[in-house]
């Protein structure tokens, strides 16, 4: 998969499936983010091992992880999870990072277009997004792509720094965005979910 974006700015962007020889690029661009913004990630995205294991996930079918490149530095990074079995096969899990330099230039929009086209294709019909309290920003954007809170879970997570944080959880029904922007995805894949 390869796709060529133009964002806001009028730059271009190229997104694609993350593979394993993009391990140290992805490493780069995850050390470069501010730590204001890595103190909220799951996990310690500096960490080789761990980025290593997330990638191997990927390998093995239990999530769809893209980057967005401009030339050969990744700017962006988005992930699609999914059980794909069990009482949760119809949900996904959708996290986004975009490097400074390119937010508010609409490549969140853009990877989030791409990621929803690949629920539709994995059947996903309800995508949900984990944050922590503090991230305004993240819910605002989430908004934006079609997410409503669900629930708030006080003192449940703990940041990169051990500070507990309250835990927000939105939602987004794949069915009712895709009837509300149709135009957005791509036909084939609004054709398959009529």
């Known amino acids: 998969m390869r796709e060529m974006v133009e964002i806001k700015d009028g730059r271009k962007v190229v997104i694609t499936e993350l593979r394993s020889e993009d391990l140290d690029e992805l490493l780069t661009f995850f050390k470069a983010l501010p730590e204001a913004d890595r103190i909220f990630l799951r996990m310690d995205v500096t960490d080789r091992a761990a980025v290593v294991q997330r990638l191997q996930e990927s390998m093995e ?3 769809h ?21 069990g009482w949760q096969e119809h949900v996904g899990e959708l996290r986004l990072i975009v490097a400074r330099d390119y937010q508010r230039a609409g490549l969140g929009m853009n990877l989030a277009r791409v990621l929803y086209n690949l629920a ?75």
């Not at 967005?68 to 059980?83: C, S, T």
């Not at 792509?145 to 006080?154: A, I, K, M, S």
């Not at 003192?155 to 944080?165: M, N, S, T």
């Open 61 to 63: 079918g239990k999530a």
């Open 120 to 194: 539709v294709k994995d059947k996903v019909e309800v995508i949900v997004a984990r944050m922590m309290a503090p991230q305004t920003t993240a819910r605002r954007i989430l908004e934006r792509l079609g997410f409503v809170e669900e629930t708030v879970l006080t003192d449940h997570v703990r940041d990169r720094r051990g500070r507990k944080q309250d835990q927000v959880l939105m939602r987004c029904d794949l069915q009712t965005l895709l009837q509300e922007m149709q135009f957005y995805f791509e036909q084939s894949d609004w054709q398959r979910v009529r």
């Open 65 to 85: 992880r893209l980057v967005a490149r401009v030339g050969q530095h990744i700017v962006a990074y988005g992930v699609l999870e999914h059980e794909g079995h």
